[in-house]
């Protein structure tokens, strides 16, 4: 008699990115890039975080038309919805009710040190609400709410998986082996795009257009912004962040979107003047985006099938994350459910 040989269960891949604007070239090479390579050899969740966007006001309209075009362009990048669950946050309750629990098992001296939300405290001066201050508690609870294995992020996230990792800890020292530890994934080169017009601090949706290059930006669009792109004055192409930090980043750009290693890029374009090297990034950039363009034009057309999609999967998401939510609930000693 042949014997029944049981499917081995993947590891679980959870990520998120807000639809709080237009996604950027750092979005795309820190983040979106590397979800669709992980989807045959893991369980793949990515989730558009529409509750961490209102922590800034929202335009509720944008908010919502944002949401669909973030699916879109999670599928137009390759992700395959019958191999990875794309949900929308809200539509899963269990996101808002673990973080409650967790809020209670997060120290304010811990959120206090997050160097994001002392940024966005200082972006948004007139708007400095609690949800701004305990956004990575809902960030912990997205990814512990499905037992998460591996986080893919970029570099500016690396604090608050780390956050998450404390919390789960804390809580598991307490009730036992609730959470699954999930560990980051952290690309070696791309992890942090820079702004091209202050190539010191990181490229971001939320600042002016000329910095960033948008996912959906048009060919002569990307080769604008990359033309002005800051660089220095002593003309030599080499990699070297701290001294170099304009002509780095394009070097970083081109190499994480498969144009070759940074030695490989620097010995080839040696010699050559930025003029070069901002054409070959911009070629780089193009060549890149542009099938992700195509795919998304034709998906946005069409709507029915993108809100399908989030029907259907909001009910996957909420059966998954009311199985470690319930399990928690009881932990913490909630009542009895009949
Ligand atoms: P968000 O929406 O700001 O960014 C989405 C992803 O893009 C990465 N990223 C970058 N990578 C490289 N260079 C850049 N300049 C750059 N800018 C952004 C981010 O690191 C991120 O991976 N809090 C998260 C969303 C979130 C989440 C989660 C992520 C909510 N819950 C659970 C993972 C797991 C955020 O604001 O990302």
């Known amino acids: 008699m042949s014997e029944i040989v049981k499917p081995e269960k993947k590891p679980i891949i959870f990520s998120g990115i807000q639809p709080s604007g237009t996604l950027t070239l750092g979005n795309y090479i820190g983040a979106l890039k590397n979800f669709s390579v992980l989807q045959d050899d893991y369980d793949c969740i990515y989730c558009i975080v529409d509750m961490h966007a209102i922590t800034v006001r929202q335009n509720p309209a944008d908010l919502r038309r944002r949401c669909m ?143 960033f290059v ?37 070097l970083s750009i081109m190499s994480a979107l498969g144009a070759g290693s940074i030695d490989s890029l620097v010995a080839e374009l040696a010699g050559q003047g930025y003029g070069t090297l901002k054409t070959r990034t911009a070629d780089c950039v193009i060549a890149a985006l542009e099938p992700l363009q195509t795919e998304y034009k034709k998906l946005i057309a069409d709507k029915g099938y993108l809100q399908g999609i989030l029907d259907e999967n909001a009910k996957t998401a909420n059966y998954l994350a009311n199985k470690t939510l319930r399990k928690v609930q009881k932990k913490v000693g909630f009542a009895t459910r009949g």
């Open 214 to 250: 948008a996912l959906l930006d048009d060919p002569d669009t990307i080769r604008r912004k990359i033309k002005r792109a800051v660089t220095d004055s002593d003309g030599e192409i080499r990699f070297d962040p701290e001294n170099k930090p304009g002509v780095s980043n394009l």
């Open 69 to 211: 075009e973030l699916a879109a362009i999670y599928i137009a990048s390759g992700l395959d919805p019958k191999k990875s669950l794309i949900y929308c946050q809200s539509h899963v309750t269990g996101h808002a009710e673990l973080a409650w629990i967790l809020n209670c098992f997060t120290y304010m001296g811990e959120l206090n040190r997050m160097t994001q939300y002392k940024d966005k405290a200082a972006k948004h001066a007139d708007n400095i609400n609690a949800g701004l201050f305990t956004y990575p508690v809902l960030m912990a609870a997205d990814i512990l709410l499905f037992q998460t294995n591996m986080v893919p992020v970029g570099v500016d996230q690396k604090q608050h998986l780390e956050l998450c990792r404390d919390v789960a800890q804390r809580f598991n020292g307490v009730y036992g082996d609730v959470f699954t530890i999930p560990e980051p994934y952290i690309a070696k080169v791309g992890s942090k795009i820079m702004s091209l017009q202050e190539p010191t601090r990181k490229m971001s949706k939320s600042d002016p257009e000329d910095t």
